[in-house]
């Protein structure tokens, strides 16, 4: 019987020096919006981190709170006082005993009702009435949330833990008026590594050795990366599946594939961790744990046999890029907290969930949905929202314009009106 010849061998030092020679060579042409302007607050509220409960937090920020039958939990509609967009609002898992922090640990009636309600979000938006209304023809929609247990810095699910949807909407004076650059354009270090992650490509090499073979529900497919296609057509960086419509946010098959995303997430970065450190456990805060050497790494991520030889040689790039922090060094972060969002690692498994289409609203409301998925090392932004034709945007909550009273208006009839057709549906 023959055997299968061996894979070439991975020399354990890699040709990288920094987080940036790992960007795939055509990602620095990708266009980009480092302030992509959201309207704020004449004088918002203090920025916190919500370690309590939900009502004490947001307070007169809640709306609405709807009951999911036959449990605890429920799902407070919030004004965010931190917009995203003139046509936003945030559906929140409401719980405090028990956090419900991502899809994983959510009940399959609460993930079902924060979907319907994402559907019934596009549904509205796309529906003649409110396009007339609010004047959305040539709007964006995104719909997103994140998942990151780190609490030490800065990240994409840092104001609360709990499990909370974006429902975006970007009127077309926004996205006409944006002027994406070149990623190699953003100067600022931190700016670019949160726009596009340097580990986001890499991630998804990882996500989809991982996902090779699984089935998939009927009419979804995954994208093999491409960055050239995502310029063109204006789709986001990173794992991206191309749905059969919006309406499949409301099956039994979108949360099975969700949870089946997030499972194959943890147990992918679990095995990745456990091959450049030793450990399986997400680190205590202001900890991170020390790195193997660079042999050992090579020997432990050769030994998975579901990782490909470019990914794992993707990976040991990592590996010599990445530095063992000191305590002193970690102490001097702590007191620096937004130093440590450009030279600190996140917590643990960091990604960003997001439904999406590059159709403006009034064009093909129910075909051309997307869902995909961002992963994070240094980022602390959780959506990079490809808007107004950049592949990611950091959205520009301090320099924006102040909302003036007519669009505060306008804001609070659109919101209303959503959450009064989400009850009659």
Request: with cysteine; glycine share 6%; proline share 10%.
């Amino acid at each position: 019987m023959a055997t299968a010849p061996a894979p070439p061998r991975v020399p354990a030092q890699a040709h990288a020096r920094t987080l940036d020679d790992l960007y795939p060579a055509a990602a620095w042409d990708l266009p980009v919006n480092p302030a992509l302007p959201a309207p704020r607050l004449p004088e918002p509220p203090e920025e916190l981190t919500n370690p309590g409960g939900y009502r004490e937090h947001y307070g007169p920020f809640i709306l609405r709170e709807l009951p999911v039958a036959g449990h605890v939990e429920r799902l407070a509609a919030i004004d965010k006082a931190f917009p995203h967009s003139l046509y936003d609002l945030m559906l929140l898992v409401a719980r405090d005993d028990i956090l419900r922090t991502h899809v994983g640990n959510t009940p399959d009636a609460v993930l079902a009702a924060l979907l319907h309600a994402a559907h019934a979000f596009t549904e509205f938006t796309e529906s003649p009435t409110a396009v007339r209304r609010f004047a959305l023809a040539g709007a964006r929609l995104g719909i997103g949330w994140n998942s990151d247990p780190t609490i030490d810095r800065d990240n994409g699910q840092w104001w609360d833990k709990r499990l909370h949807l974006h429902l975006n909407c970007w009127p077309a004076t926004v996205c006409t008026t944006a002027r994406p650059v070149p990623l190699a354009a953003i100067g600022d270090v931190t700016t670019r590594r949160s726009l596009v992650d340097p580990i986001a490509h890499l991630a998804h090499q990882v996500m989809a050795d991982a996902l090779h073979g699984a089935p998939l529900p009927p009419g979804c497919h995954m994208l093999v990366p491409d960055l050239l296609r995502d310029a063109a057509l204006g789709l986001p960086v990173g794992l991206k599946f191309r749905l059969p419509g919006r309406t499949f946010l409301t099956t039994a098959g979108c949360r099975v594939l969700l949870r089946a995303l997030h499972a194959t997430a943890e147990t992918a970065h679990r095995a990745v961790l456990t091959a450049f450190t030793g450990h399986t456990d997400a680190p205590t805060p202001w900890q991170r744990p020390a790195l193997l050497p660079p042999d050992t790494v090579r020997d432990n991520l050769t030994a998975l046999p579901w990782l490909s030889h470019p990914t794992v040689t993707g990976l040991l790039r990592l590996r010599a890029v990445l530095k063992d922090v000191t305590p002193a060094q970690l102490r001097l972060l702590a007191e620096r907290r937004w130093t440590a969002n450009r030279c600190l690692t996140l917590g643990g498994l960091s990604y960003n969930t997001a439904f999406f289409t590059p159709r403006p609203v009034g064009t093909n409301g129910e075909g051309d949905w997307y869902l995909g998925m961002q992963f994070k090392l240094v980022s602390y932004i959780g959506s990079s929202p490809a808007v107004g034709g950049a592949v990611a945007s950091v959205i520009d909550r301090a320099g924006g314009p102040v909302m003036t009273p007519d669009d505060r208006a306008r804001r609070t009839d659109f919101q209303n009106s959503f959450l009064d057709h989400l009850a009659a549906a």
